[in-house]
């Protein structure tokens, strides 16, 4: 239960930090055409403002999941170098390892650019950056961390197939499973038909 709690106390944080940027959007639609919400301008609130909402949500958005993540990470690399007795497959240690690794890196790389562009992509928004160049820039690479920050969620399984052979196997027995009651399925819808026909 106590696994609850920190999740949802998590999502909470999460979302409580997410809160200043769309209620800092305007959406007025003078000119009737659509927009992506992250084209929406924002709204002036001033320079010290911007600063401090930006350093809120890139503390609460970004350091302290990375500080969690790596935190977790070392812990968990710690414990799995301990000489342990009872387990002697140094190869699962390793697989253990590398995957541990491989999210970490994946995270950070994922991540990091997105919220590298992030304040200055914020500061273009807010007109606070004026050279055309400059704004060019941010934007172009704001749009391609944007890309890779969504890239996680589909990267995350494809780590877990390759380097879990316990996720291979569920996943195969799952995959089983469906065709087995699928074929007892098909069965009967077939029996049921040959016993109508008889009759």
Known sequence: MFDVYVSFAGWIVVCVSCLPFPLLRISNNTTNTDKCFVDLPLVDIGLPNSIMAVTFAELFGFVTPLTIV????????????????TCHDLGEKRKALKMILTCAVVFLVCFAPYHLSFPLDFLVKANK?????????IKTF?????????????LDPVIYYFTTDEFKRRLSRQDVHDSIELQIYGN?????????IEF
């Open 70 to 85: 790596l935190y977790c990470s070392w812990r968990t690399i710690l414990s799995l170098k301990e000489p342990d007795h």
């Open 129 to 137: 950056i004026e050279s055309c160049s400059q704004r060019k820039t």
């Open 142 to 154: 704001h749009s391609v961390a944007i890309c890779l920050a969504s890239m996680n969620s589909c």
């Open 188 to 196: 009967k819808v077939l029996l049921k038909k040959e016993c109508d």
